[in-house]
Nanobody, 127 residues
């Protein structure tokens, strides 16, 4: 079972930036498409962005398009979510997840297709 670990969350002021990272514990992210999801208290889980393997295809939710960028480093076996121009509505627990359905084609933000999930990292945007 692939075990994912997120890092990089924290408290940031509105307009600030954070960079989240996702890695596999005791394994690599090779041949897995990776998605980032978030869930705020009282709200449904929301797909934020995804990236195929080896990284040809990416997708971003409309709510973060132009502000968030997803990328992967296949040498260091990590996937990053660069978040800029953060606002309080971005406050949530952020999760990375892995899927092989699909792997190399256009990725999906359908969380039902993701087989492995990290524990999540808290992102709080507040002044």
């Amino acid at each position: 079972q692939l075990q994912l670990v997120e890092s990089g969350g924290g408290l940031v002021q509105p307009g600030g930036s954070l960079r989240l990272s996702c890695a596999a514990s005791g394994n690599t992210l090779d041949y897995w498409a990776i998605g980032w999801f978030r869930q705020a208290p009282g709200k449904e889980r929301e797909g934020v962005g995804c990236i195929s393997y080896p990284g040809t295809h990416t997708k971003a939710a409309n709510s973060v398009k132009g502000r968030f960028t997803i990328s992967r480093d296949n040498v260091r076996h990590t996937v990053s979510l660069q978040m800029n121009s953060l606002n309080p509505e971005d406050t949530a627990v952020y999760y990375c997840a892995a899927t092989r359905n699909p792997v190399s084609g256009p990725c999906t933000l359908d969380y039902g297709r993701y087989a492995a999930w990290g524990q999540g990292t808290q992102v709080t945007v507040s002044s």
